[in-house]
């Protein structure tokens, strides 16, 4: 079992940066373990679905953006913590939302999802945390 705790979200003005963190951990959790996980992340507002946001691949080599974020939203996961990091410049206050962390384990450590290379969707993943609420104002 596996178990991800979303952190950093806040209230920002349109253009500012914050970085969001997804800290996993769980019964007889380690690094290892974690290294073996691809994580995706995902945002939702009220009444609508939930977006692909990016995500990594469980070796880190991979990424893929959503087009919304590309050039402003950056992954990177640091195994040894058991944590990926997503730090989000440029915000704009289309970014409000809900953001959700999901982990997935892949046949290969580049892929982002069991799928291979491809556009991840909610499906992929099997664990999830409770999400952490971004708020960009005007």
């Known amino acids: 079992q596996v178990r991800l705790e979303e952190s950093g979200g806040g209230l920002v003005q349109a253009g500012d940066s914050l970085r969001l963190s997804c800290a996993a951990s769980g019964r007889s959790f380690s690094s290892s373990t974690f290294s073996g996980y691809a994580i995706g992340w995902f945002r939702q507002v009220p009444g609508k679905r939930r977006d692909f946001v990016a995500a990594?691949?469980?070796?880190?080599?991979?990424?893929y953006y959503a087009d919304s974020v590309k050039g402003r939203f950056t992954l990177s996961r640091d195994n040894a913590k058991n944590t990926v990091y997503l730090q989000m410049d440029a915000l704009k206050p289309d970014d409000t939302a809900v953001y959700y962390c999901a982990a997935t384990i892949t046949l290969h450590p580049d892929h982002i999802t069991p799928a291979g290379y491809r556009l991840p969707g909610a499906d992929d993943y099997d664990y999830w945390g409770q999400g952490t609420q971004v708020s960009v104002s005007s």
């Open positions: 990594i691949s469980s070796s880190g080599q991979s990424t």
